[in-house]
């Protein structure tokens, strides 16, 4: 099997074949592990309900770790090697020697959950919906597609992506599992029909719903991947409290919580259960800030933003929260530590990440008084109802705030209402909005910061970050791209037009007998638990 990670920063040769062999990778990491065993029914928590079932029109993980087993993809993510790219629905693909066309197979004999064949038409529907969204309907990873012009089914086993210029990510966002394939018949009749309804094509077929309860998939006998899946089926029981979905874990009621687990809690499961529990903490590819709405005031001054992120201690923060909520490492707008983050010593640089607070505090509070603020002001942070980490780390940030002499009012929403009032009409002057993606991809984490861009939340527009953000994606050039993303960092930070607050680390805590698991550094990727069994019920 053969892929590559970056095509960006490879030279371009005069074509390219990308065999990626559906199950390869899963069988040889099943059969080095114990011998699978059949049947049972996969036990997890989870912290909210989904504010709906429709992978495309949704960022949560309420939604995706629900339905991902219910789907297919384009590609995905390997399961067993982050972030190396195989294939799912498709089973090879080619890239054109002036990288404008990217062709792919797709493997016959695939059905949907009604009976139905899967084909490329059906392919080239699910990405004209996420590409060119029809009206009513919302693509909130549109502009991760922006070099794409067009999606074409030649014929009912092929799809071929045309460009208007190289993209040095497109095979990382076609790998995204938020592209689930939906059914052509049914986006025909009405583009919003998966908001409420579920046909996939996934190892998994929707059993049941309830709002606030349960949410229960069952096993598809005839998943295109033979012997799959392991399982009888899954079920989630949803929570909004950490201290709920530990105790479930804790007492056996619950097998897994993909998510998170606080370190505290970990170890009170760990002193109860010992060896019969196994935990996975890996770095996560999300970082927890404040969304601040640029067109009200007094946040469209750039004073007042400045103040309010120089107010906040991030490196304190991390000490205290990590144990609370797994927040931990000080880091600009991609994670510390990769190759396209921005290096500590610009970080340090910028307003609210330099380590003397006494002078950040001082800076903040005359900002504050040049914006007509000397005795400070008072503001309304909104937040979703989901404590880890949600709720913890806004706690810490108003308590910072006063600091400066500001008052912060903390209003907790229901997912649904928090996204409508952050993604969707602007309805905050402050709230929390982090920015979780299924990838380090910087496509994927810097969109948000263009103008028009359904994640951007703040509503800012600055045409020198679009640009930037223009050239890094089409860039392939390596050494050009980093160049360009670290000055779209340095912008956004600047002129506070978001203000980061930490990265996120993660507790995947399971039963041991729960097997062939594999966390990677977020909770989207590796969710189809095609290749999951349990060595007893």
Known sequence: MTSFRSW????????VTLVALIGLATVTAVEAADTPRHGGILLAVIGADPPSLDAHQESTFATLQLVAPLYSTLLQTDPYSYPKIIGDAATEWKISPDA????FKIRPGIKFHDGSLLTAADVKATYDKLLFPPAGTRSIRKNSYSAVTSVEAPDASTVVFKLKHPSASLLENLASPWNVIYPKKYLDKDPNYFMKHVVGSGPFKFKSYTPGSTFE??????????????????KFFISTETSVRAAAIRSGRAYIEFRDIPNAEV??????????????????????????????????????????????????????LFPLASLRDVGGLL??????????????RLPGFGKDMEKNRAEAKKL?????????????LKNRNVKLPYQDFAVFAIQEWR??????????????AWFADGRDTGNFELIIGPTVEASDDPDMFLRRYTTGDAQNWGRFSDPVVDDLFSRQSRALDHGERKKAILQ???????????????????????WAKVKNYVAPPNHYANQKLQDVWLSED
């Open 488 to 510: 779209l960092q340095k912008t956004v930070l600047e002129h506070a037009y978001y203000m980061p607050g930490l990265w996120w680390s993660r507790n995947v805590v399971h």
């Open 368 to 380: 504050l008084a040049e914006a007509g603020y000397p005795n400070g002001l008072k503001v309304v």
């Open 8 to 15: 960006g920063s490879r030279t371009l040769f005069a074509a």
């Open 267 to 320: 170890e009170a499961i760990k002193k109860t259960l010992g060896d019969k529990v196994a935990v996975q903490q890996t770095p996560m590819t999300g970082q927890w800030g404040i969304a601040i709405n640029n067109t009200v005031k007094p946040f469209s001054d750039e004073r007042v933003r400045k103040a309010l992120t120089l107010g906040l201690d991030r490196y304190t923060a991390g000490r205290v």
């Open 403 to 416: 600091k400066i002499g500001v008052e912060a009012e903390h209003r907790p929403l229901e997912t649904a």
């Open 335 to 348: 994670r510390p530590g990769t190759e396209f983050a921005m290096p500590e010593a610009e970080l340090q």
């Open 217 to 234: 998939g069952e096993r598809n006998p005839d998943y295109f991947i033979k012997d799959r899946p392991y399982l009888n089926g899954y």
């Open 100 to 103: 404008l066309t990217y062709t």
